[in-house]
């Protein structure tokens, strides 16, 4: 018996072992806790020395700085540090100074889009949950809600957080409508609130009509009844975007370093749009539900440790966010790995492009993971019965974002170029009106017709090209028009290309328009068919010259 008992704990060590560490003595683990708080003491103390220093002049070498030190530690040591320095600096019984609030708010956002967006998310909810600590203490006397919803509205002004926490923000104080929450609200529009009108003025108007039924209902019971005013007459300014009735308004500190931000981060941010588009629930509940907005921290499902609903409330199994009815036509689409299947369902279930754009970007796909995004864009595209424009203005907004997606989508194309013939005629039609719309967009160059061999048109080639220079020629402004054609003129290598085009264009285009259409739309297509040609011509004439 007492062999059994033996094989049982060594088979149960066996099975463990991988996840325990190994054994430290007691005198070994006190000098390593030492040393990690020595190192963390001298962290701190690296940085705090920085912050000190902060201001508008030395920003650039100063971020460079810190940059440096996230290369060289552990991000979680950095954000932890950095956000308490910050908010030491920051959050006083006093109401903090407009540009030194705005100074370190800049320097956090900076690091947000040069470092990782898990910057900013760090402290972003600290932020929010200090705010709703002091919030909640009603007896609080200090400014220290002030300041705290004043970096909130900063690191909306620095593109850290979109607009919908803000209007969160105010619909919570709008609703409980006491004296604090007014001057909270007042204080926010007065810092946000052109910015916010100039974002989402519908959801502004929908504020400005539930403070004004507020007022009317509860106001009265306010002892300043001169603040109320205020705030319902600085609500109507912003409606009407009347900045002089607004006092104290000054819009131009802001803008000066939002000038110096976009010089910092242009570089190395890529253009990128980092914004967290988190919303107050999210953030005060990101303990219980995971924190969906920061790559590699998403939440499958699985219950949180020591979350007491988890007993009573089952929750779903990893895997299974998703309905089986959108994985079942994931199936049937012949999404066959666990990305392309992961994409296709976020397309499906996604509110509109942006939300799409978004979901797709925080999957965090690298090399040809990313690539497939493109992949089954194209294929839910032509698998439509009708085209549908979403995709199109998705396909428009990734190309927007990075020239690594026209590449992809370039090559996607001349893969479907080959299969014209196999394709049905509701899948060529919408391949039709895909290229059409990337075309005219800008979102690609009509190099991608460099693929096809003139020389060897079939049928269906024949077809698709009419359809697409018809489309440009008939449905393109004059100044589209020529600034599509002109992006391949005066190039070596697409002289083959443009020379196909006027070919094609003056034999299967303008005869075709002459022998079957109206006069009206010949004459339409030939005036059009000059521009585009004269266009295709321009930089070759001037080289000439």
């Known amino acids: 018996q007492q062999l059994i008992t033996v094989y049982k704990l060594q088979e149960c060590l066996s099975r463990v072992s991988p996840y325990i560490g190994k054994y430290v003595p007691p005198h070994l683990r006190e000098a390593a806790d030492s040393k990690r708080k020595a190192e963390l003491e001298r962290l701190k103390r690296n940085l705090k020395g920085l912050v000190n220093r902060?201001?508008?002049?030395?920003?650039?070498?100063?971020?460079?700085?810190?940059?440096?030190?996230?290369?060289?530690?552990?991000?979680?040591?950095?954000?932890?540090?950095?956000?308490?320095?910050?908010?030491?600096?920051?959050?006083?019984?006093?109401?903090?100074?407009?540009?030194?609030?705005?100074?370190?708010?800049?320097?956090?956002?900076?690091?947000?889009?040069?470092?990782?967006?898990?910057?900013?998310?760090?402290?972003?909810?600290?932020?929010?949950?200090?705010?709703?600590?002091?919030?909640?203490?009603?007896?609080?006397?200090?400014?220290?809600?002030?300041n705290l919803a004043l970096m909130v509205a900063h690191l909306y002004n620095f593109h850290v957080v979109h607009a919908l926490l803000l209007f969160d923000l105010l619909k919570r104080l709008v609703s409980s409508f006491t004296a604090r929450d007014v001057e909270l609200v007042l204080l926010l529009l007065k810092n946000v609130g052109f910015s916010l009108r100039k974002d989402d003025p519908l959801a502004l108007k929908d504020l400005i009509t539930e403070a004004q039924r507020k007022a009317s209902t509860e106001g009265q019971r306010l002892s300043d009844q001169t603040r109320v005013r205020f705030m319902l007459e600085t609500m109507m300014a912003?409606?009407?975007?009347?900045?002089?009735?607004?006092?104290?308004?000054?819009?131009?500190?802001?803008?000066?370093?939002?000038?110096?931000?976009?010089?910092?981060?242009?570089?190395?941010?890529?253009?990128?749009?980092?914004?967290?588009?988190?919303?107050?629930?999210?953030?005060?509940?990101?303990?219980?539900?995971?924190?969906?907005?920061?790559?590699?921290?998403?939440?499958?499902?699985?219950?949180?440790?020591?979350?007491?609903?988890?007993?009573?409330?089952?929750?779903?199994?990893?895997?299974?966010?998703?309905?089986?009815?959108?994985?079942?036509?994931?199936?049937?689409?012949?999404?066959?790995?666990d990305i392309r299947r992961n994409i296709f369902c976020v397309i499906m279930t996604s509110e509109d492009y942006l939300d799409a754009f978004e979901k797709l970007l925080r999957l965090g796909l690298k090399g040809q993971q990313e690539r497939d995004i493109v992949h089954v864009l194209l294929n839910c595209c032509l698998q439509e019965k009708s085209f549908n424009g979403f995709y199109a203005v998705l396909a428009e907004k990734f190309c927007a974002h990075d020239r690594r997606f026209q590449m992809t989508f370039q090559f996607c194309l001349w893969d479907k170029f080959k299969e014209l013939a196999s394709l049905s005629s509701s899948?060529?039609?919408?391949?039709?009106?895909?290229?059409?719309?990337?075309?005219?967009?800008?979102?690609?160059?009509?190099?991608?017709?460099?693929?096809?061999?003139?020389?060897?048109?079939?049928?269906?080639?024949?077809?698709?090209?009419?359809?697409?220079?018809s489309k440009l020629l008939q449905q393109t402004e004059p100044e589209d028009l020529v600034q599509i054609f002109g992006r391949i003129s005066g190039i070596p290598k697409l002289e083959m290309l443009r020379e196909g085009l006027k070919l094609f264009i003056r034999h299967f285009i303008l005869r075709s328009a002459q022998t079957q259409g109206p006069a009206e739309q010949t004459t339409l297509l030939t005036e059009r068919a000059e521009m585009a040609t004269k266009a295709m011509e321009a930089r070759d004439a001037k080289l000439k010259l």
């Open 427 to 469: 899948s060529f039609s919408n391949l039709v009106q895909m290229v059409t719309h990337l075309l005219r967009k800008n979102s690609l160059s009509l190099s991608i017709l460099k693929a096809i061999e003139f020389g060897e048109l079939d049928k269906p080639k024949v077809k698709f090209l009419k359809q697409i220079l």
């Open 54 to 146: 902060l201001s508008e002049p030395n920003m650039g070498s100063i971020c460079g700085q810190i940059e440096e030190m996230y290369m060289s530690c552990s991000r979680k040591d950095m954000n932890d540090t950095l956000t308490e320095l910050l908010l030491a600096a920051c959050v006083t019984p006093a109401l903090m100074p407009d540009r030194l609030l705005m100074e370190h708010i800049l320097l956090l956002s900076v690091l947000h889009h040069t470092v990782g967006l898990e910057v900013g998310a760090h402290f972003l909810e600290t932020v929010v949950r200090r705010f709703d600590d002091s919030y909640l203490r009603s007896s609080d006397a200090g400014k220290e809600s002030e």
């Open 238 to 337: 912003l409606k009407n975007n009347d900045m002089r009735k607004i006092p104290g308004y000054d819009p131009e500190p802001v803008e000066r370093l939002r000038k110096l931000q976009r010089t910092l981060v242009h570089h190395r941010a890529s253009g990128t749009d980092l914004k967290l588009r988190v919303s107050l629930e999210n953030l005060l509940e990101a303990e219980r539900v995971g924190r969906w907005w920061i790559v590699g921290s998403s939440w499958s499902g699985a219950p949180m440790i020591g979350d007491q609903d988890s007993k009573t409330t089952p929750q779903p199994a990893k895997g299974e966010r998703f309905s089986s009815k959108v994985l079942e036509l994931a199936r049937k689409q012949r999404m066959n790995t």
